[in-house]
Structures are given as structure tokens and as C-alpha cells.
């Protein structure tokens, strides 16, 4: 689904922090939610909240606050969370396998199709149920499944062969958690998972505080 | 070790990216690099690079460009990963085991000393050569192992009280991966890596571009 206003980057990354919010408050019954409320729940200040929600029309009432459903189902639907989204996983090592386990469970509109790998010693074993296959089948998956997302799980020194792979076989977006830079293009959107980096963050603010 | 410079959350966060390809550039025995050169591989941009090394006292010499082992040193020091941080994980699930094998893989500074659960089927099995061990032996390994480091791989309903337990048994840093929001305070930095934030965001770049 395509939305119709423009979003600024800042608030696309805002909009999964209340996404999970407002589901947390539906799952308690509760109906509606002020931007103090939520302010302290995400740790966002609530004029930065009255504004993001402003831009893609959730209008909130004084003194009533915001409707949690509608503003769930609006976010929901400018996130594209009212279709599923098929993914493979391209690399069967340990965040690879994780991962395959991990998304299911999280129940957002994200369905893993497949996982692959070279390794022989991997091949055919099962997660869930699917069964890691030969990179060789990764582009008949695609085509079959309608697959629109590759989540690269391989090696560093593998990982611009693999981009290049899955980008050539008509992968829209791809999600890297390898050690290595992406460059978009007008045909790929990146999301990159540097944990490492983030790790090193840590430990340096650790040492600097 | 504490660095004596004040350097922005923004350099910070670029310094782990230099450090990767710096180390490769040694890996491939290459022993200068100019900023140019550093843009191509990074992504980012060639004054961006020098403004950033100038920060730390990386000076650059016209027509040679930077010393890729000194500079590599510099950064590794900044970030404190001459020395190795101890860690340990609260949650032995997909995510939790994942983590404990794939960090080690890494050589970045950082050991995993204990890995921690609450459920009877998963106490006792082994991860590479550490156990999983009840939460209730959490205190006793961050003390005798001088723990800075805590990764948090619970469901979201227990990351809160996780949060406060490793707190109170003195971790100075929590490696987040509940997807809940943890407020920084002065006793304890805060690194959240929300996975399924940034595959909704993928989700959302892909369907509006």
C-alpha cells in the first residue's frame, strides 16, 4: 500500500515504537491514550508525539486524547502491516537460524519462506518448518513466493556476493545484519543491523561515563 | 579506560564503522588510506571522515592520506576495546543462544561469561562451552566476573523486571533487545537494537517507494 502523504525518515523510524505501543494498550483494554500517557511510555516528549501523529492525521481531542484503535489501525496501514510481507534469509548460521525462530513469533505481518545456505552440513536440517535449502533455489523461491525481503545473515566476506545475488533476482528490500555498508539505489531499500557496532557503542559509553 | 576528549553521540556512533574497515584494510595489508578512499568504502562522505578523525586527534597528511594501523589503534583504544568486557545474557531463547555463540565468532573485546533463564527445559544445556544457569545464579556470576555488560533476549512482559535485576546486581550497561523502551540513567547506558522495528521500517520503505 502506497500512503499519499509524504513522512519524514525521523518519524518513519518513530512510527514501530508506537505501532507496539498502542498494541500493548489494546491488549490491556484500554481505549484511549493522551500524548503525556504515551510520552511516558516511549520516552518521546509529547509534543514531538502531537506532531508525528499530526502528519499523518491522527487528530487527537483535548481532554479526551487519542482513539487507540483507530490510531493502531491508521499506523498499522501507513506501515503496510495490513499485508504480509515475504521474506527469505539468506545465510543458515546462528543469527540466521534465530531469526527464522524469532519472526514468526512476533506475529507482524512478516512471513519467513525460506533459508539458505552453501554449507552442506546445513542443508536439509529443519527450523520450524522450513527446511534450509541451496542458495542454488533461492531465486525459484522468490519468483514462487513473491518474496520482497532477503535478510543477509552470511559472513562478511560473503555478504556484497550475496546483496548482489538477491538484488538480481528482484529483492526490493534487504535487511543486513552483515559487517559491510549497503548503498541504496533507486531499486533497493537498505535497513542495516549493525550488532557489533552497537555492542562497541556500549562498551565505549560504558568507559565514558 | 576513559577517553580524555569529549567526542558527540554522532562520532560515537560512526566509530564502530571505521574500526571495521579500518581492520580489514590491515587484514589486506594495506597501510594508508586516503579520506576519499575511506568515502567510497564507508559511505560516507570525505570531510565528513576528516572532520570525524580530527575530533580524536587522527591528523591525515596531505598527498598520503592516514596511517591505517595508528589510526586503527587510536580508534580501537577510544572505544575500549583494548581490554575485553565481560557480558552476560538474560534470556536463552532463539535470540539469547544466538547471541552467545555469534559474539564470541566476533574477536571484538567482548566475552560472554554466563548465559540465564527461568525455564526448567533450557537450565543445563550448553551453548559453545558455557551452561544455561537459573536467573537465580545471575548475582553471583555479574560479582565473580566483573560483569559490565548485560544483553536482554527476554519477552517483552519480563524486560522490565529483568532490566531492574540487572541493575541492582550493578551492570553499568544493558545491550536491549526486548522491545520495550529503557530509560538511560546515570548508573546505567542504554543500547536498544529493536529488530522488528527496523523490518517494519523496511516494510515501509518498500511499499512506498
Sequence with gaps: MKYERKISEAVIKRLPRYYRFLEDLMNMGISRVSSKDLSVRTGLNPSQIRQDFYCFGGFGLQGYGYDVESLFNEIKKILGLDTTYNLVIVGAGNLGQA??????????????????????????????DIEIMHIDKLGECIRENNVDIAALTVPG?????AAEMVIKQGIKGIWNFAPIELKEN??????????????????????NK
Tied chains: 1, 2.
Design 99 to 128: 531469526l527464522a525462530k524469532h519472526i514468526p513469533q512476533q506475529k507482524k505481518g512478516f512471513k519467513v519462506v525460506g533459508i539458505f545456505d552453501v554449507k552442506s552440513s546445513l542443508l536439509g536440517a529443519k527450523i520450524g
Design 157 to 161: 566476506n560473503y555478504a556484497r556476493e
Design 186 to 207: 533507486p531499486d533497493v531499500v537498505i535497513e542495516n543491523i549493525h550488532l557489533i557496532d552497537s555492542l562497541m557503542v556500549l562498551g565505549y559509553k560504558i568507559s
